[in-house]
């Protein structure tokens, strides 16, 4: 079983900074490729917010460039997200993704349940 526990979530003024953080945890052992946050606000679809390979390529979607920054620690199984600036537009729940095979299966997608950001103005 693989899960992916994500923390960070909440409510701030806009301008303000939040960090949320998403590990895996699995009872056996297991092979992570990409990791991301996505996002889903009401009414729109779900969109790639950021993501970083197992290499360290970083990627972000153009409304969050030069304000959010991704990371993963040095054991591969926890990405950050450094949000700052936001705006009342960054109010949606936030996804974590990551790309994992289990030991002896293909890889496959996982997702979290979801942390809610919500932006004052």
């Known amino acids: 079983q693989v899960q992916l526990v994500e923390s960070g979530g909440g409510l701030v003024q806009a301008g303000g900074s939040l960090r949320l953080s998403c590990t895996v945890a699995?009872?056996?052992?297991?092979?992570?490729?990409?990791m991301a946050w996505y996002r889903q606000a009401p009414g729109k679809q779900r969109e790639l917010v950021a993501s970083?390979?197992?290499?360290?390529?970083?990627k972000y979607g153009d409304s969050v460039k030069g304000r959010f920054a991704i990371s993963r620690d040095n054991t591969k199984i926890t990405i950050l997200l450094q949000m700052n600036s936001l705006k009342p537009e960054d109010t949606a729940v936030y996804y974590c993704y990551a790309d994992l095979a289990q030991v002896g299966l293909q890889y496959r997608d996982y997702w979290g349940q979801g942390t809610q950001v919500t932006v004052s103005s």
């Open positions: 699995s009872g056996s052992s297991f092979t992570i490729r990409d």
């Open positions: 970083i390979s197992n290499g360290g390529v970083t």
